[in-house]
C-alpha cells in the first residue's frame, strides 16, 4: 500500500477512534446520571437495568473496537497495515473503507464465519 493511502486509512481510524472516546464519554455519564435517580416502581427499576446492561455492552463493544483501531494504527507504524493476517494477501481496499480495521481479507472472513457457524452447532 502506497504512503498516500495509509495516510488516508490513518486519517480515518483517528477520526473513528476520536468517535467512539466521544460515545464511550457520552455512555459513561448518562450512566452515573442513572445511578442517581432509582425508580421505586419495580417495572420501572427493571427496565431501567435492562437499560444500564445495554449501555455496558455497548461500552464493551466500544472498548474492544478502540483496541482493534489502536491495532490497525500499529499496523500502519510498521508496514503490515492492509496485510491480511491468515493468507498474507492484500485486503480487498473497498473491504477496508467499509471497515479499516479489518484484519482478514474477504476471502480468509468468509471462511472464518463458516467455521464459527459449524462449531456452534
Ligand atoms: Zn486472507
Known sequence: ?????????????????????????????S???EGEEVPADLADRASLEAGRNFLLRIRDRERKLIAKID??????????????ELCG???EEERLKARPVASY??????RLEALEKLQKR
Open 1 to 29: 500500500m502506497d504512503k498516500e493511502k495509509l495516510a488516508y486509512f490513518k486519517e480515518l481510524l483517528l477520526k473513528q477512534r476520536e468517535a467512539l472516546l466521544e460515545q464511550a464519554r457520552r455512555t459513561m455519564s
Open 31 to 33: 450512566l452515573s446520571q
Open 71 to 84: 491495532e490497525a494504527l500499529q499496523k500502519i507504524e510498521n508496514g503490515t497495515y492492509g496485510i491480511c
Open 89 to 91: 494477501q492484500e485486503i
Open 105 to 110: 481479507c474477504i476471502e480468509c472472513k468468509r
